[in-house]
């Protein structure tokens, strides 16, 4: 009888490490596969407009790797300008560390220009990529510039972050934030619905630690569902 249950529990285990390989494989595969795609804005047909109350904007999609010089110092600048010294903070500001994460082949951008005068307000860099053993969109900054913020541009950009979440297949969207910056916290989870991620410092007891990590479990929408609707052109970025 106690061979018959080791054999069974050896089995379980089988079944769960060839699960646990499966799982890794699938979430490889599914960030190679979105790390394919040029436009992730015309690949799924999204509207490149955002439209808040009479202001409109334009977006523009970029890869690290083809992301224009001067778009690139425009911004290296606003980050700089935003949040240095929350990295200074936590020991964590190099500019040419933060250059070259702007100009990674495996970086994204969603730039937002004002329209008609097409001024640059805004941008979004963000990658696919394997977190904890989990395919998950990353946002690694989001800035919208003075004078711009409180319209409602930085909620639109992450919200069109979520629809590529959910039709590249990513599990969840995950960001960092600094503790400091209450308004962005507060931003991240009272507006938009994150939560503390699992993998965050303050999980494992670290109180002290400058910054938290925050994410939102994406829901695969169904290729029949009346919100597929909502998420391509003309949809996605209505104010009703």
């Given amino acids: 009888m106690s061979s018959l249950k080791n054999a069974r529990k050896r089995q379980r285990h089988s079944d769960t490490d060839d699960d646990l390989s499966y799982s890794r494989s699938r979430a490889r595969s599914l960030v190679l596969e979105a790390n394919r795609i040029e436009n992730p804005l015309e690949k799924f047909e999204l509207d490149k ?36 010294q929350d990295y200074e903070s936590a020991g964590l500001w190099s500019a040419s560390g933060k250059k070259a994460e702007l100009r990674s082949d495996a970086a994204r951008f969603l730039l937002v220009r004002s329209y008609p005068h097409m001024n640059l307000v805004g941008f979004v860099h963000y990658r696919f990529t394997i977190e904890n053993q989990e395919n998950v969109l990353y946002i690694y900054e989001l800035h919208i510039v003075d004078g711009y913020q409180g319209l409602g541009i930085g909620k639109k950009l992450v919200q069109v972050l979520e629809t590529i979440g959910v039709r590249t297949k990513m599990k969840k969207i995950m960001l960092t934030v600094f503790k400091r910056n209450v308004d962005a916290v507060r931003f991240y989870k009272e507006k938009l619905g994150f939560s503390l991620d699992a993998s965050s410092p303050e999980v494992f007891g670290d109180l002290e630690c400058k910054y938290e990590i925050l994410s939102k479990h994406l829901v695969p929408v169904c290729k029949d569902s009346p919100v597929k609707n909502h998420l391509t052109r003309s949809k996605l970025f209505c104010m009703h």
């Fill in 49 to 84: 407009r955002i439209q808040l109350e009479q202001v409109e904007f334009l977006l523009e999609s970029y890869k690290g790797s083809q992301l224009p010089l001067e778009l690139r110092h425009f911004c290296f600048e606003i980050v700089e300008k935003h949040t240095r």
